[in-house]
């Protein structure tokens, strides 16, 4: 299965006011493995960036004007991606934003079952929070010390490591890698049967004493008498 993180920077919050995204990284994972490819691309959103934006991502229209525009990415974009399932923090932003640009250039918009949240999967798994990006870092010991500033590449290489342990997909690796190491691993579907004879009994004749004696206690209404009238016990012997 391919999977691919992805995080976007924005001119700001809210793309019916006109905002646009200026940046995109996407990590590949197969399996729940990284590749090594990913994808990056800063963007000219041919508009100003919010100052609360920059605050965030630190880009700035100056660095972003000799770059290209979504049209003349979203090609490279799309072939990047293709018909993988998309993972994001928070998805439902960026899934506006990316289906926004792809409506500008004519493109198909990208459904909304392909995406998987994060922020819903960390929610689930910790209900009592927080659940930022930076604080599941903290919660599963990954090293997020170079995240100065929001950067959509290193986001979503942060994100992936996030991602396999909220699924697990850690632990899964270490199958993978034992088959890819010619170790094969066969699970077969096998009809228990009866044994032809029954096991002799290990109790001593003292304790079953003891045991008959304890029954008796418990009266005839005892859930044991009934238990022993099904006949579970000969067939557990």
């Known amino acids: 299965m391919r999977e691919i993180v992805f995080d976007t920077e924005t001119t700001g919050l809210d793309c019916s006011n006109g905002d646009r995204i200026i940046e995109i990284g996407c990590v590949e994972l197969l399996n729940c493995i990284p590749t090594g490819r990913t994808y990056h691309a800063y963007i000219n959103p041919k508009r100003s960036i919010s100052t609360g934006a920059v605050l965030v991502h630190g880009l700035t229209d ?38 926004y640009e792809l409506g500008l250039c004519g493109r198909s918009l990208i459904e909304e079952h392909r995406f998987v949240d994060t922020l819903t999967l960390a929610r689930r798994r910790h209900p009592n929070g927080p659940n930022s990006l930076d604080a599941l870092c903290g919660r599963y010991g990954i090293d ?94």
């Open 62 to 99: 100056e660095f972003l004007r000799g770059h290209p525009c979504f049209e003349d990415i979203v090609e490279a974009f799309c072939d990047f991606v293709a018909e993988s399932r998309l993972v994001a923090h928070n998805a439902g932003f960026d899934r506006t934003f990316i289906n």
């Open 144 to 237: 997020n010390s170079a995240r100065t500033l929001h950067g959509a590449l290193l986001d979503a290489q942060i994100l992936a490591e996030v991602y396999l342990e909220l699924i697990g997909g850690r632990q899964a690796t270490l199958s993978l890698s034992a088959i890819a190491e010619g170790i094969s691993w066969r699970s077969e579907s096998r009809r228990i049967l009866p044994r032809p004879t029954a096991l002799p009994s290990r109790l001593t004749p003292a304790e079953e004493i003891a045991h008959a004696a304890f029954i008796a206690e418990l009266g005839p209404s005892a859930l044991w008498s009934r238990y022993r009238a099904t006949g579970l016990t000969s067939q557990a012997a």
